[in-house]
């Protein structure tokens, strides 16, 4: 099983690029990883970018940080969890199919499936569970979400 030091890996926490819709046409999604990843190191000052998979509106799951270390997403909250990234607005507060495509939101069930396997998974939040925030612009139920 996963885990971060000591911790074992037993949450995945949901986030919004907080992009608008128009902001991913015609950009690749290697693209569009780029820059969200150039926004985690020279905006931010980070190491690497701070989620570790990153969802595309095609469905693609893209590689972030290694899942076998902590990472960048919520203030307190980043050993243990696994941060997912899904490309979209996500704003206002609405439904995941408000922000998302239907390819997203399957890809985000398969890959925590596959997550499910490599730790103790146990719950799946928001950002906005830990944060002031609308991100991911859905109150996530850990129930809807867990394999």
């Known amino acids: ?3 971060h030091g000591d911790m074992p890996v037993r949450e995945a926490i949901l986030h919004t690029s907080a992009t608008p819709f128009a902001w991913a046409e015609g950009k690749t ?3 569009m990883l780029a820059e969200i990843r150039r926004w985690h190191v020279e ?7 701070g989620y570790h998979r990153v969802v595309m509106p095609d469905g693609a799951v893209m590689i972030g ?3 076998y270390e902590p990472g960048a997403h919520v203030a307190g909250r980043n ?5 997912i990234c899904m490309v979209g607005p996500g704003s206002p ?3 995941p199919e408000d922000h998302y495509t239907d390819a997203q939101l399957a890809a985000v069930r398969a890959y925590l499936a596959e997550l499910a396997k490599l730790t103790e998974l146990r719950v799946v939040s928001g950002h906005n569970d830990h944060a ?3 991100c991911p ?3 996530v139920r850990s129930a809807d979400w867990l394999p």
């Open 1 to 3: 099983m996963i885990h």
């Open 29 to 31: 999604n290697a693209a």
């Open 43 to 49: 905006d931010n000052g980070w190491r690497d970018i």
């Open 65 to 67: 940080r290694s899942i």
């Open 79 to 83: 050993t243990g969890t696994i941060g």
């Open 93 to 95: 507060i609405g439904k």
């Open 132 to 134: 002031a925030r609308e």
């Open 137 to 139: 612009g859905f109150r």
